[in-house]
T-cell receptor, first 113, second 112 residues
Framework: DAKTTQPPSMDCAEGRAANLPCNHS???????VYWYRQIHSQGPQYIIH???NNETNEMASLIITEDRKSSTLILPHATLRDTAVYYC??????????????FGTGTRLTVIP | ETGVTQTPRHLVMGMTNKKSLKCEQH?????MYWYKQSAKKPLELMFV???????ENNSVPSRFSPECPNSSHLFLHLHTLQPEDSALYLC???????????FGPGTRLTVL
């Protein structure tokens, strides 16, 4: 699986958009980009995933560059409850099999009042 | 609430104790996972079960023994643990044909 690089920490003002970058320059054509987050001492929570098109759901938007070597997770209006560690994971979406996820150290996002 | 529950939420045990962690999901998922998260470290995959069959053991010491009696339940039996085994143990499940894992809240284990 391709490796990802994320900044260790970021701050964002409450109510503003939080833009979390992820580099995955060695991504291959059949690998998806997944984002999860982990609020302190809880289990990780799935946010969104995509292959090459931009994706949006009720939680966030995912912008993937045309060359797919990087992506940005956007939380449009950050709240204090969005303070968490955000993980960017690149993985082949096989559907069957173990479909293991490899979590790195992620980005610790702190939303400031 | 993700639909994946774990009990107990907190556990303190001595090195000679035997205890079990339980994970339950009623999401109709067929794959279940155990992860370990030590302080300030990334999640480490421990075991994977697909349709009740163990498909992966990530070089986990034998003092951790998983059991998957059916697709809805997953156990992690613990015996003669070491203090360095203190960690947050997370269970996850996934539907076959999907790539998204749903995690439980975890069990915070402390080994004295």
């Amino acid at each position: 699986d391709a490796k990802t690089t994320q900044p260790p920490s970021m701050d964002c003002a409450e109510g503003r958009a939080a833009n979390l970058p992820c580099n995955h320059s060695t991504i291959s054509g059949n690998e998806y980009v997944y984002w999860y987050r982990q609020i302190h001492s809880q289990g990780p929570q799935y946010i969104i995933h995509g292959l090459k098109n931009n994706e949006t759901n009720e939680m966030a938007s995912l912008i993937i560059t045309e060359d797919r070597k990087s992506s940005t997770l956007i939380l449009p209006h950050a709240t204090l409850r969005d303070t968490a560690v955000y993980y960017c994971i690149v993985r082949v979406a096989t559907g069957d099999g173990a479909n293991n996820l490899f979590f790195g150290t992620g980005t610790r996002l702190t939303v400031i009042p | 609430e993700t639909g994946v529950t774990q009990t107990p939420r907190h556990l303190v045990m001595g090195m000679t104790n035997k205890k079990s962690l339980k994970c339950e999901q009623h999401l109709g998922h067929n794959a279940m996972y155990w992860y370990k998260q030590s302080a300030k470290k990334p999640l480490e995959l421990m075991f994977v079960y697909n349709f009740k069959e163990q498909t992966e053991n990530n070089s986990v010491p034998s003092r951790f023994s998983p059991e998957c009696p059916n697709s809805s339940h997953l156990f992690l039996h613990l015996h003669t643990l070491q203090p360095e085994d203190s960690a947050l143990y997370l269970c996850a499940s996934r539907s076959s044909g999907s790539t998204v894992q749903f995690f439980g809240p975890g069990t915070r284990l402390t080994v004295l």
